[in-house]
T-cell receptor, first 112, second 110 residues
């Protein structure tokens, strides 16, 4: 079962504009959420995370928003840069579990 | 910080042949270890995870198996590969709240 969903397989934005990547989850036990960035032929790298006790976490150009009631989170990148072009995976975990669930990923293309 | 080693980086194998992918971890002890597969056009699928030597949990029934003979070694195996086993295999280490990934192995089954 797909407990973490990224419904947009791809997103294209212009350099300098905002990129918004969305993620929905179904398991109310999830209490920690992460975004990973992946380039082709490489492993994913951790980008930013948020605990369920917060609704926003910001790190430079990257901000993650969490709406627990809607079971929705989003990653905002502003301003977007061509180097941000990659596949972005949303992930979620529950404190009492040993695993993490990933979404299918969204391929972001930032055009110069 | 942790370093995850995977080899080989790429592998082309015929259908029905065996498989052994190895993952080793540096910079940590007694890590949780994970095998994921990223198939073409799909996300990361958790295949196996291990919380200790000899302890393997399987997430998806399949013709793959995993073993953890040492604390920082995790092996993914198959006795007979299927075409559907093609994909990008990732080893990860860490806890549920944050994982570090290896560089991956691109497996093509012909």
């Amino acid at each position: 079962d797909q407990q973490v969903k990224q419904n947009s397989p791809s997103l294209s934005v212009q350099e300098g504009r905002i990129s918004i990547l969305n993620c929905d989850y179904t398991n109310s036990m999830f209490d920690y959420f992460l975004w990973y960035k992946k380039y082709p032929a490489e492993g994913p790298t951790f980008l930013i995370s948020i605990s369920s006790i917060k609704d926003k976490n910001e790190d430079g150009r990257f901000t993650v928003f969490l709406n627990k009631s809607a079971k929705h989170l989003s990653l905002h990148i502003v301003p977007s840069q061509p180097g941000d072009s990659a596949v972005y995976f949303c992930a979620a975990s529950a404190d009492n579990n040993n695993d993490m669930r990933f979404g299918a990923g969204t391929r972001l293309t930032v055009k110069p | 910080s942790q370093t995850i080693h995977q080899w080989p980086a790429t592998l082309v194998q015929p259908v029905g042949s065996p498989l052994s992918l190895e993952c080793t971890v540096e910079g940590t002890s007694n890590p949780n270890l994970y095998w994921y597969r990223q198939a073409a056009g799909r996300g990361l699928q958790l295949l196996f995870y291990s919380v200790g030597i000899g302890q393997i949990s399987s997430e998806v029934p399949q013709n793959l198996s995993a073993s953890r003979p040492q604390d920082r070694q995790f092996i993914l195996s198959s006795k007979k590969l299927l075409l559907s086993d093609s994909g990008f295999y990732l080893c990860a280490s860490g806890l549920a709240h944050e994982q570090f990934f290896g560089p991956g192995t691109r497996l093509t089954v012909l």
